[in-house]
């Protein structure tokens, strides 16, 4: 089993930045990549962006392309999300997820809440 936890979230002003972190523990070697997600009110959870531990190669939604820059600290099992020039519209509660094998995310934290004032 693989436990996340994000920190990180809080109110900003558009145009703002926040760094959001998430620390895994337990079996972090099992993990392939880490991803992270975001759910609006009454929006479906959405794919944010996603790095792969072993490589680092990072994806992204298109509209956080040139705002936002997943990374990883493998020693540290630690994945963080820089969002820069925030909007509204990223206003979310913010998840890490994990995957270790398959399609699907087999783990999830608690989530964060992001919330950017206009």
């Known amino acids: 089993q693989v436990q996340l936890v994000e920190s990180g979230g809080g109110l900003v002003q558009a145009g703002g930045s926040l760094r959001l972190s998430c620390a895994a523990s337990g079996r972090t070697n099992s993990l392939i990549d880490m991803a992270w997600f975001r759910q609006a009110p009454g929006d479906e959870r959405e794919f944010v962006a996603r790095?792969?531990?072993?490589?680092?190669?990072?994806y992204y939604t298109d509209s956080v392309k040139g705002r936002f820059t997943i990374s990883r600290d493998n020693a540290k099992n630690t994945v963080y999300l820089q969002m820069n020039n925030l909007k509204p519209e990223d206003t979310a509660i913010y998840y890490c997820?994990?995957?270790?094998?398959?399609?699907?995310?087999?783990?999830w934290g608690q989530g964060t809440q992001v919330t950017v004032s206009s």
């Open positions: 790095i792969i531990r072993n490589l680092g190669t990072t």
């Open positions: 997820a994990g995957r270790s094998a398959g399609i699907s995310y087999d783990y």
